[in-house]
Nanobody, 128 residues
Framework: QVQLVESGGGLVQAGDSLRLSCAASGRTFSDYIVAWFRQAPGKEREFVVGITGSGRSIRTADSVEGRFTISRDNAKNTVYLLMNDLKPEDTAVYYC?????????????????????WGRGTQVTVST
């Protein structure tokens, strides 16, 4: 089992930055791919960005490319999401998810159903 807890959400203005954290406990954290998803009211949960266990590979959704950056500190069992130049359309509940343990075939999935472990989410609201 892997337990995930997100933090860092809040209310910001358009153009501001925010950093989310995903703290993990349980299994060997570096064995898991971790991704951020988001879900706005009335919309499906969508993939934002993901990172492999080693941190060497990252996959980013086109909608946030160049603005959002994912990183991880396996010594602290934490994954971060740095969000710059936030826009009102970024408003959503942001979820941290883990997939693993990794096998020799490593792929960062974009489908929510591929992830076995989820946090409860943190709300990000961007005002105009």
């Amino acid at each position: 089992q892997v337990q995930l807890v997100e933090s860092g959400g809040g209310l910001v203005q358009a153009g501001d930055s925010l950093r989310l954290s995903c703290a993990a406990s349980g299994r060997t954290f570096s064995d898991y791919i971790v991704a951020w998803f988001r879900q706005a009211p009335g919309k499906e949960r969508e993939f934002v960005v993901g990172i492999t266990g080693s941190g060497r590979s990252i996959r980013t959704a086109d909608s946030v490319e160049g603005r959002f950056t994912i990183s991880r500190d396996n010594a602290k069992n934490t994954v971060y999401l740095l969000m710059n130049d936030l826009k009102p359309e970024d408003t959503a509940v942001y979820y941290c998810a883990a997939d693993g343990p990794q096998t020799s075939y490593i792929i960062i999935e974009t489908i929510p159903g591929r992830y076995q472990y989820w946090g409860r989410g943190t709300q990000v609201t961007v005002s105009t």
